[in-house]
Structures are given as structure tokens and as C-alpha cells.
Nanobody, 122 residues
Framework: QVQLVESGGGLVQAGGSLQLSCVASGSAGIRRINTMGWYRQAPGKQRELLTTITNDGTPYYEASVKGRFSISRDDAKNTVYLQMNSLKVEDAAAYYC??????????????WGQGTQVTVSS
């Protein structure tokens, strides 16, 4: 089994910043993590992709967050980060990380975190 645990959500004023973290762990140990990404889901809306980063560090950003959000990863810590700047009220949502993980038994998992809430006040 593989688990992803997000942290760093909270309440912030519009224009402010937050950094989210997501740590991967596995009962059999982790051999490699391929693409990692961040999604969000606001009430009454579908979950949407925000950004991804490949295992060679290549990022991709959706237009809605490009220039404001930055994704990074630390493979030594099995962690992906999301730096969110210039937050807007419409950025409020539950934020989820996702990762394509290969454990030490060569099992492949597409794992999701439990989500962390971001609230942006006007």
C-alpha cells in the first residue's frame, strides 16, 4: 500500500501565500515516484488538475494557476510541494496530491492524498 499525506492548508487573505506539502510512503518502501501532481475541488465542482511535475523535474501548469503557483519535488523525501502566491478567493478548495508510485516490490500505484483545505478570505 502507498499513502500520500498532504499538509499546509489553512486560512489566508486574498493576495497571500501558502505552501502545501505532500509526503508519500509505502508499506513495502518506495522505489521510484514518477509524475506527481496537485488537483483541487471546490464545493459543487469537479476535481481539476492544477499542475504536475515529472521525475526529471519538468513542470506543467494549467492556465488558471500559471505564474502564481509553483510545483517542486524532493525525491530524497518523497515529497512534492505546491507554493501558492497571489491567492484569490476563487482558489479556495480542497487540494489533493496525486502520484504515480512504484514500490520496492515493483507494484505500481496511482495514489491520492486525503486532501487539505485552503480557504481564502476577501
Amino acid at each position: 500500500q502507498v499513502q500520500l499525506v498532504e499538509s499546509g492548508g489553512g486560512l489566508v487573505q486574498a493576495g497571500g501565500s501558502l505552501q502545501l506539502s505532500c509526503v508519500a510512503s509505502g508499506s513495502a518502501g518506495i522505489r521510484r515516484i514518477n509524475t506527481m501532481g496537485w488537483y483541487r475541488q471546490a464545493p459543487g465542482k469537479q476535481r481539476e488538475l492544477l499542475t504536475t511535475i515529472t521525475n526529471d523535474g519538468t513542470p506543467y501548469y494549467e492556465a488558471s494557476v500559471k505564474g502564481r503557483f509553483s510545483i517542486s519535488r524532493d525525491d530524497a523525501k518523497n515529497t512534492v510541494y505546491l507554493q501558492m502566491n497571489s491567492l484569490k478567493v476563487e482558489d479556495a478548495a480542497a487540494y489533493y496530491c496525486n502520484a504515480d508510485v512504484i514500490d520496492m516490490n515493483w507494484r505500481n500505484y496511482n495514489a491520492w492524498g486525503q486532501g487539505t483545505q485552503v480557504t481564502v478570505s476577501s
